[in-house]
């Protein structure tokens, strides 16, 4: 069998638990040639804007950038359709002499005369930022001229990772919160932050806290309208999901208007239980909050332990792979597999900083492999040698898995499965175990290493 | 900012195209032992992959030089070399597909000089053969990219030396691996040797793995691309692509390959002009099997002709694609009433009149350098019965309320885009019977009786 060999510049961004002493880089340009399993910055700022549905999305720079992100993520409107569309101001060999700003323009005023957006974003790309175009005064003008926010995103390929792509899409939206006004906000009120709406998960959220008795002021950016980023600034308490996305945006917040932020998971029960409680004890005055968060958890873990049970029977033993974007989704994907009786052999992210590996590594079991901005070889590689049965990624790295006769579970923003929440801990199990259980691995060719 | 008031400019809503490293990345994979690498910044290689995989389902490892921002400002030559060197140690290759991007043409890298300075510097030690070509996204699209490669690919290493040599060199352009399974099929049935670039047939659509493959098997081989100087002829497949500079037309300039452009064979017309010609080149005659698929294909087009006669139909994609499906529909009696692309080689309607009948006369709405907004728009006016193209009409099928025949690439909301076969008298058919039967599957389901018969 070929052997994997791991490129010498790699080598300390990847860490087996147990062989060795902690010292692991992170937060690194990946390399060039090692086939990352990274996007770029804009990647970041699309992703994070994208649930946005009333808001205009113009991508400045050649079609690439647009035609490969035109409609892939998962994030659910309720209204508006509008992020569901692709418009690329598609930037010919002229364009990139003579400069772009002009097309920007015009793309930008024909747009907004023809979809009435609330807002606009404007994804500066590689390009844009490569020749120069002044994207702030463009935008600037039409935004007096056409009287929306019309909100320029840094977002150059090149100018880093993905990360600098989340605080670009921050640094934009944040120059809509305040604008709009508090009056009638309850100060029991919240915004949900860092939660995308993919297959609804917003709302089985929100659902949750408005059954506990909070205002849900905005989701931010999950079934996102403008009106409401507006005036999110009159919540008394910003709950960030996920550390990578959206924390800077509740930083930026907490400076400004004094909100404070708390952080949590909905990923799995026991997250999801803990981020209701941590809410509710931030509202310790109001004790019936807490109460009602208490019938929430033990009424929806009622609900599904049956079924849940008969999953952990049939998963009980079996390992798992975690590869995913951000760390933070790491900690519940190993939380949540465990409650259905998985091993995790390996565990990665394609942005971890030192304090999530590090807990990363406290979290995991001996043997266990946690890479950072891993390959399609390294995963293989691991992936063989701790004998998977299961990955959980996104669609890149669903192949890696699938040549190797292994089950997988998409975890990304792609993804049309809800997974937050209660009722999602139900259907990730019961996707995970009409993966790992399914006949068709039997005629895998290389089952030899499971 | 005074001189911004040209409001002319129109934005792209919903391309109906895409990049060209995208189709260059897709040649280097069906070359054998090749990896593709991008030169630019990581984004554009990982959202390629990412679109190749959702429609091969196979693993796609596409590097990237990877620009940093200094690499934006100084020059891209050292980041290249790392991921060439980082390439080789991790894959082992035997060819290296090198793709520029908007970037690194934007800041006039010169990469054939960085590779050869490369090269001498590393004379002597067994490296990978590496080619490179250039494809500015900003003045093309995919397809550019697609016959950008292939073309350069040929440039570099196709000589003439064998004066025996007796086989047929076939540039296929950019069809599905059951396309290009099917083409092998018939140069072997007809006892004709060929090479055929690119061949993703098996590196894009192969079985799982016992072990482990960093590259997976098949494509191309380098001594058959060198080998094709030799050939005693070309055939490529494209009306449109008739009009460049292709790789046929290289080898014919270079070493007097002669070249045969043909238009991609699908329906009929187009299939019997390609089994013309490997008879003609050959000397040999049409094998029994293909005589008999034929037959059958004219005799279901007989039982069926009812079901699709003056059925409308919006049809798009890229160019050659468009030329060659409006040749089917129109032989079948469907109209193309709509043929519309996001290319823009200024042929396109010219090339629709060669194979669609009474073109002028039948008022059919030909459309170069759109979208799909532009192409929703014009098919509003037009009540098709169906569009047939790639996934991405899907949207535009679903606001017209018809149903949408998937063809082409991508198809990334349904099994088997790589199983899906267009050409040949055996992909005629399957065509036809997927059309006949989606028309009359919409009229059943109209019907208040719901026929159960036919
Ligand atoms: S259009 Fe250019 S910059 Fe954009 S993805 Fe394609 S190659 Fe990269
Ligand atoms: S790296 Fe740059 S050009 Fe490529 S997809 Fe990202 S922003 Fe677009």
Redesign the pocket.
């Known amino acids: 069998m070929a052997t994997i060999a791991i490129l010498k510049e790699r080598e300390k961004q990847i860490y087996h638990k147990g062989e060795q002493a902690f010292d692991m880089t992170c937060e690194k340009k990946s390399l060039a040639g090692s086939v990352s399993q990274r996007?770029?910055?804009?990647?970041g700022s699309r992703v994070v804007l994208y649930p946005i549905a009333d808001a205009l999305h113009l991508i400045h720079?050649?079609i690439?950038?647009a035609s490969?992100t035109w409609d892939i993520r998962g994030a659910l409107s309720s209204g508006p359709q509008l992020h569901r569309m692709s418009f690329s101001t598609d930037l010919k060999e002229k364009d990139i002499i003579f400069g772009g700003e002009k097309k920007l323009y015009g793309s930008l005023v024909r747009l907004i005369d023809k979809y009435s957006p609330n807002a606009a974003f404007v994804y500066a790309?590689?390009?844009v930022g490569l020749i120069g175009d002044d994207v702030d005064s463009v935008c600037k003008r039409v935004s007096d001229e056409k009287g929306i926010p019309v909100l320029p995103v840094h977002?150059?390929?090149?100018k880093g990772t993905k990360k600098d792509g989340y605080k670009a899409a921050c640094e934009a939206m944040a120059e809509i919160v305040g604008t709009g006004s508090t009056e009638g906000i309850s100060p029991l009120s919240i915004n949900i932050i860092g939660e995308f709406n993919i297959a609804g998960e917003a709302w089985t959220i929100q659902d949750y806290y408005e059954r506990m008795g909070l205002e849900v002021v905005s989701v931010f950016t999950g079934d996102g309208r403008v009106e409401r980023i507006k005036r999110s600034h009159g919540a008394s308490l910003n709950v960030v999901q996920c550390s990578g996305s959206m924390t800077y945006l509740a930083e930026i917040m907490n400076k400004r208007y004094g909100i404070p932020y708390i952080r949590v998971s909905y990923f799995g029960i026991e997250d999801m239980s803990k981020a209701l409680y941590d809410v509710a004890e931030h509202f310790e005055d109001h004790p019936s909050i807490m109460e009602k968060a208490q019938n929430i958890v033990r009424e929806e873990i009622e609900n599904i332990q049956p079924e849940l049970k008969r999953y952990k029977k049939a998963l009980s033993g079996k390992k798992a792979a975690v590869y995913v974007g951000g760390a933070f989704k790491v900690f519940s994907m190993i939380k949540a597999l465990r409650s259905v009786g998985m091993d995790v052999v390996l565990a990665g992210s394609q942005t971890g900083n030192r304090d999530d590996y590090k807990l990363l590594r406290e979290m995991c079991d001996d043997g266990t492999v946690i890479v950072d901005d891993a390959n399609p070889l390294e995963l293989s590689k691991y992936c063989i040698e701790k004998g998977a049965d299961l990955f959980i990624g996104g669609v890149k790295e669903r192949p890696i898995a699938y040549k190797l006769g292994i089950g997988f579970c998409d975890h990304n923003h792609e993804r049309k499965l809800s997974l937050a929440g209660y009722s999602g801990m139900l259907n990730f199990a019961r996707e995970v175990y009409s993966s790992v259980k399914s006949p068709v691995w039997k005629f895998a060719p290389g089952k030899k290493f499971s | 900012m005074k001189a911004l008031e040209n409001v002319e400019y129109k934005a792209t809503s919903n391309a109906c195209k895409l990049c060209s490293p995208l189709g260059a990345s897709l040649v280097f994979r069906g070359i054998e032992k090749s990896v593709p690498l991008l030169h630019?910044?990581?984004?554009?290689s990982?959202?390629i992959r990412r679109y190749l995989i959702s429609h091969f389902n196979e693993p796609v490892d596409i590097a990237s030089s990877n620009f940093t921002e200094e690499t934006a400002v100084f020059g891209g030559s050292a980041n290249l070399i790392l991921a060439v060197q980082n390439i080789i140690k991790q894959y082992d290759p035997k060819f290296i597909g090198v793709a520029t991007?908007?970037?690194s043409e934007t800041i006039g890298d010169d990469v054939p000089m960085i590779l050869s300075d490369y090269h001498k510097k590393n004379s002597g030690t067994k490296s990978p053969l590496i080619v490179s070509v250039s494809t500015p996204s900003y003045s093309g699209t995919h397809i550019d990219g697609f016959h950008g490669a292939v073309k350069a690919a040929v440039n570099s290493i196709s000589a003439k030396e064998d004066l025996e040599a007796k086989h047929i060199n076939l540039f296929p352009g950019m069809l599905s691996p059951a396309d290009y399974r099917h083409i092998k099929e018939i140069f072997k049935d007809f006892g004709a040797d060929h090479v055929m670039l690119p061949d993703y047939s098996q590196t894009l659509d192969g079985p799982l793995w016992s072990e482990y493959q960093k590259i997976p098997e098949g494509g191309t081989s380098i001594k058959q691309i060198i080998s094709m100087g030799s050939a005693v002829a070309s055939i490529e497949f494209g009306r449109i692509l008739a009009e460049d500079e292709s790789a046929g037309k290289l080898l014919q300039n270079r070493f007097k390959v002669p070249c045969h452009s043909l238009g991609l064979p699908i329906g009929v017309n187009e299939t019997d002009v390609f089994f013309d010609a490997i008879s003609k080149i050959t000397g040999k005659p049409v094998p029994e099997k293909y005589i008999g698929e034929r037959g059958r294909l004219i005799d279901s087009y007989v039982d069926g002709h009812k079901y699709v006669f003056e059925a409308r139909a919006v049809v798009y994609g890229e160019e050659d694609l468009v030329v060659g499906l409006a040749s089917f529909l129109s032989e079948i009696g469907v109209i193309p009433v709509l043929c519309a692309t996001g290319g823009k080689s200024g042929h396109l309607k010219n090339k629709l009149c060669q194979v669609v009948e009474d073109f002028e006369s039948r008022g059919i709405v030909t459309l170069e350098g759109v979208d799909f907004v532009d192409i929703g728009d014009a098919a509003k006016k037009l009540s098709p019965d169906f569009l047939i193209g790639n996934s991405k009409g899907y949207k535009t099928a679903r606001e017209l309320n018809r149903p949408l025949i998937r063809v082409g690439f991508p198809i990334h909301d349904r099994m088997g885009g790589a199983r899906i076969l267009h050409i040949g008298y055996k992909g005629a058919q399957q065509l036809f019977d997927t059309i006949s039967n989606t028309i009359i599957a919409s009229r059943q389901d109209a019907s208040p009786v719901g026929y159960t018969y036919m």
């Open positions: 996007a770029c910055v804009f990647c720079g050649p690439g950038c490969y790309t590689c390009i977002s150059e390929g090149f | 630019g910044s990581q984004g554009c990982t959202y991007t908007c970037l």
